[in-house]
């Protein structure tokens, strides 16, 4: 009876394995684990499933495992933190190397863990980063057969740190290795490097400690373009000491009375978008957007287009390919990431978008600076660039410095350029999700998770003329809240003929005019 009802199901789920299936996102690895799982268990029995079988095969280990395996090769995965877990699950490595006797396990996925390891901020939460829900899992929660795997299979001594006691110990007493000794990342025999470049997923961590103290960003741009669960958020960054200071804004409201959660009107027209995030928009009013075919609201920022299928489509050549993040430094003093979102707008509107980021840690304030340096170049001088920065509180703005405060942190945000910029806040009631005149709020019936702060403000600074390039730069401030207010005199601007950059701390910080080449950052006496 058992045997009659796994082939009915295979039979009923085999559209998942008939069709062509999207190896990037999509529901389709489940259905195909699904599948395999019980072709697997039937196979020796009956024979005449074995063509079957190798179908599976060939979705997995020509199609999935190369595609997540590229994009995983550092650790990371572009769907963020709540979703990089349930794409990247262990159940189909152990089923297929334990039933096969094909060792699936690769060494990528050692460094699974580490992606938790290193975005873990110091209030034991997680960026705001893809379609976010999941705030405080560690991996141990819903997904200890990453950790099992990383651990016990491939011996990762940061993997077996990351693991707790759990509930559920039978993948344990199966594959975890005893022998494995933890290794915390502040070791002080072996310490993790504070920042790290998760390549292929598009993502460079910075940090100053890894305990509750730090000041951690994340500087997302992914090198490919996916919808499922990726956002149109290259080039972007939050920022968090104490709580969160600098967000990804939006929320992915599932599970409410209202039609919400993927695709939805807030999903659609705000959350997904890059209107939602820290990132630059470039502003047509006569631009026409669509989100999955339909008309969508016009944000000014990134498009959407045709969904990668495989690894080839991610790669250069392939039509979902993007530059994402060019160039990554990194030493004690200062971590340093250049991105280049140019080809994730629309062309006719966007012909230079590039952001330099520069993590100071060495800033003699006893907190790190973060500046920020955009080259924007639009088709035309009236299309409306603006840098964008959301907060969960309403900033402060004076001149050209904004403050904003949360959970005892402060940010304190310096504009010096554009040298004419001005700066307008948008939020508050009735404008928390704000986009071309409306308002796109989540359904507020969803659930919602006491963790999740919903970011209420945004700070816009416009250039004060139409022009075709424009330049900005940023310095932000992390302090206590009670520390002394900051002076605009602490960041110095410097030009030169060829270079705009800033004095702080002791470092000359110079950006090139000239797209895509890289900062000269030196300490001066």
């Not at 010096?416 to 009631?429: I, M, N, Q, S, Y």
């Not at 009735?430 to 919903?454: H, I």
Request: with cysteine.
């Amino acid at each position: 009876v058992l045997e009659d009802a796994i082939l009915a199901y295979i039979e009923r789920a085999w559209y998942f394995a008939a069709g062509a299936a999207n190896y990037v996102g999509g529901h389709s690895r489940w259905g195909n684990f699904t599948l395999a799982a019980g072709l697997l268990a039937l196979v020796t029995e009956r024979p005449e499933l074995r063509e079957k079988l190798l179908v599976l095969r060939d979705h997995w280990i020509n199609g999935y495992f190369p595609a997540q395996g590229w994009i995983a090769e550092e650790g990371g995965y572009h769907m963020g933190w709540a979703y990089s877990a349930a794409y990247l699950t262990a159940s189909i490595h152990f089923a297929w190397s334990t039933a096969t006797n094909e060792c699936v396990f690769f060494p990528w996925q050692a460094k699974i863990p580490w992606f938790w390891i290193y975005g873990r901020q110091g209030d034991d939460t997680y960026p705001n980063a893809g379609d976010a829900y999941t705030v405080t899992d560690d991996l141990n929660t819903f997904h200890s057969d990453l950790l099992v795997l990383a651990a016990g299979v491939l011996k990762d001594p940061r993997a077996r740190w990351a693991l707790r006691d759990r509930t559920n110990r039978f993948p344990d007493i199966l594959y975890l290795d005893k022998s494995v000794v933890p290794l915390a990342p502040d070791a002080p025999q072996d310490p993790l490097p504070l920042s790290r470049h998760f390549r292929h997923a598009g993502v460079v961590i910075a940090r100053d400690a890894w305990d509750e103290k730090t000041t951690h960003l994340n500087f997302t741009s992914t090198p490919f373009y996916s919808s499922n669960h990726l956002h149109r958020d290259a080039n972007s960054f939050t920022l968090h000491y104490r709580g969160a200071l600098a967000v990804d804004s939006g929320f992915y409201d599932e599970f409410g009375e209202n039609v919400g959660g993927y695709g939805g009107p807030h999903w659609r027209n705000y959350f997904t978008r890059t209107i939602a995030h820290n990132a630059i928009t470039v502003f047509d009013p006569a631009q026409r957007m669509t989100v999955l075919g339909k008309p969508a609201s016009n944000d000014g920022g990134q498009v959407f287009r045709q969904d990668p299928m495989g690894l080839a489509d991610l790669l250069p050549g392939g039509h979902a390919h993007l530059d994402g993040i060019t160039h990554y430094e990194a030493n004690e003093h200062f971590t340093y990431a250049v991105g280049d979102a140019t080809k994730a707008y629309d062309p006719d509107r966007v012909r230079l978008a590039q952001r330099e980021i520069v993590y100071l840690r060495d800033s003699g304030r006893g907190h790190p600076v973060v500046i920020v340096f955009d080259r924007v170049e639009s088709a035309r001088p009236e299309f409306e660039k603006r840098f964008l920065l959301h907060t969960i509180h309403q900033p402060r703005v004076s001149g050209k410095t904004s403050v904003v405060e949360n959970h005892g942190g402060r940010l304190t945000t310096v504009t010096l350029l554009p040298e004419d910029a001005r700066l307008e806040l948008v939020g508050g009631p009735g404008k928390q999700a704000w986009v071309d005149g409306k308002n796109y709020l989540w359904d507020e019936t969803s659930r919602k998770l006491p963790e999740r702060e919903l970011a209420q403000w945004r700070l816009e600074v416009l250039p004060g003329a139409p022009r075709l390039r424009d330049d900005f730069l940023h310095v932000l401030f992390v302090d206590d809240a009670e520390a002394p207010v900051v002076s605009r005199g602490v960041a110095r601007l410097v030009s030169t003929g060829t270079t705009r950059g800033v004095e702080i701390g002791g470092w000359r910080i110079l950006f090139a005019r000239e797209p895509g080449a890289t900062a000269v950052i030196k300490h001066i006496p």
